[in-house]
């Protein structure tokens, strides 16, 4: 039988509008769970019991430990979901006073996008909730990298969870690079992920400027001066043309 409180973590980018039933679902299921266990118990060890804890499985003393169910939201946009059951359910034409009596049940949702302060947390959820916050933010995100050592060594499962979470599938398909002695060195793959944006912005705007002077009749060697490219590059524009 499990003896301490029961946490679960619910993680989503999109707003799920039936997380009330599902977080219920959730709960009853790992409560039952517990039921389960006592009713095998009290199978296996009948004496002393009346006759109702004996036909029911549980005894008047049986306790069950108290669950807990976490929604970790990482959305742009804000949560516009229910919180509660009640915010599912049609009260139209319900007195208020058979309302009081409909049983509600909230969730527990966590913005991750909004925490202003993640030092709450004690383990690794800290990095992973503090680089999903900055992802957005090239340049927060580069400091926060670099001044934590943890992200240095960082677990793989957490890095996983950020590659997901941020939207950033290039730490996913490069992930093999970054792994050194079971660690996953995260500072480096963002400092080269954010050199790669910016090599490829250069190129692009490389790409326009050869584009603009080939179609002004420049030529060839004109353009491969200004612009400080290959020959390669100017046909390739050309022929794109």
């Known amino acids: ?27 009853v299921g790992r409560y039952e769970k517990q039921a389960a266990e006592i009713r095998r118990e009290i199978r296996d060890h009948k004496e002393g019991l009346s006759a109702g804890e ?6 008047k003393d049986s306790r069950l430990h108290p669950v807990v169910t976490f929604l970790l939201y990482s959305g742009v946009e804000d949560w516009d979901g229910p ?49 999903i ?37 290039e730490l996913a398909v490069k992930k093999d690079e970054y792994r050194k002695e079971g660690k996953m060195d995260m500072c480096t793959a963002i400092r080269e992920m954010i050199q790669d944006g910016m090599d490829q912005g250069m190129d692009m705007k490389t790409r326009r400027i050869v584009e603009n002077m080939i179609r002004r009749g420049m030529t060839d060697e004109d353009i491969m001066a200004i612009a400080e490219c290959g020959e390669d590059l100017v046909r390739e524009v050309k022929g794109r043309m």
């Open 1 to 27: 039988m499990e003896k301490d409180t029961c946490w679960k973590d619910y993680f989503s980018e999109m707003t799920d509008y039936a997380i009330p039933l599902r977080s219920i679902a959730y709960d």
């Open 54 to 59: 004996y036909l029911y499985g549980f005894r």
């Open 83 to 131: 919180k509660s059951l009640h915010g599912m359910l049609d009260f139209t034409d319900i007195p208020p006073e058979m309302k009081e009596l409909v049983a509600d049940y909230r969730i527990n949702l966590i913005e991750i996008r909004k925490l202003q302060n993640t030092d709450i947390f004690q383990t690794d959820v800290k990095q992973v909730f503090d680089f």
């Open 133 to 169: 916050r900055c992802a957005e933010d090239k340049e927060a995100l580069a400091k926060l990298v670099e001044e934590d050592p943890y992200f240095q060594g960082m677990d793989e499962d957490a890095y996983e969870v950020v590659a997901q979470y941020a939207h950033m599938k």
